[in-house]
């Protein structure tokens, strides 16, 4: 039987979590695709998620 690989896309919504969104991150380098979705945080949020190389959208 042939395996096919599910794609898995991971949404991390987020406002104000500059303290909890790295460990978030790093919990899930396993997935495809992730995607935070931020509702203007006033903090370093988009920042952080910016700088990781894996994070495929940033939408605020």
């Known amino acids: 039987m042939l ?3 599910v ?3 991971v949404v ?3 406002k104000n ?3 909890r969104l790295l460990p978030a991150l ?3 380098l396993w997935a495809d695709e992730v995607i935070v979705l931020d509702d203007e945080s006033t903090d370093s ?3 952080l998620a ?3 190389r894996r994070m ?3 939408l605020r």
Request: proline residues 4%.
């Open 17 to 19: 979590e500059e303290s």
């Open 45 to 47: 949020t988009c920042k």
């Open 7 to 9: 794609p898995l896309t």
């Open 3 to 5: 395996e096919h690989k």
């Open 26 to 28: 790093e919990s899930v």
């Open 12 to 14: 991390i919504i987020t």
């Open 56 to 58: 495929d959208y940033i």
């Open 50 to 52: 910016a700088g990781r």
